[in-house]
């Protein structure tokens, strides 16, 4: 989702190559109903229990202004409402 650099919401201040560390895919999981989980890393899917997903975040997408709320309430060493949302439902 990149309509908040494509629009002008957020400019472009810079750009370089990702460090090998960030280049990952990252590991999220999904919920299809209580205790229904499954692992997601891009596009593919497989099912999982409650203690494999544990530490994962949801997959998601993010509205700009989320993730300004995000950013702001780590900087300020806060949970975010957001995240807390996206937690894992029994």
């Known amino acids: ?7 002008g919401t957020w400019p472009v201040v810079g750009s370089k190559p990702l460090e090998p560390s960030m280049r990952e895919v990252p590991l999220f999981f999904k919920q299809d109903g209580p205790g229904k989980f499954s ?3 891009a596009g593919q899917e497989k ?11 949801r997959a998601a997408v993010w509205e700009p202004i989320h993730v300004a709320d995000r950013l702001r309430d780590h900087f300020a060493g806060r949970e975010n409402i957001w995240v807390k ?3 894992p439902q029994e």
Do not use: F, N
């Open 1 to 7: 989702m990149d309509h908040a650099v494509t629009a």
């Open 47 to 57: 099912p999982a229990s409650r203690s494999e997903i544990e530490g994962l975040e």
């Open 39 to 41: 692992l997601y890393r």
């Open 85 to 87: 949302s996206l937690k």
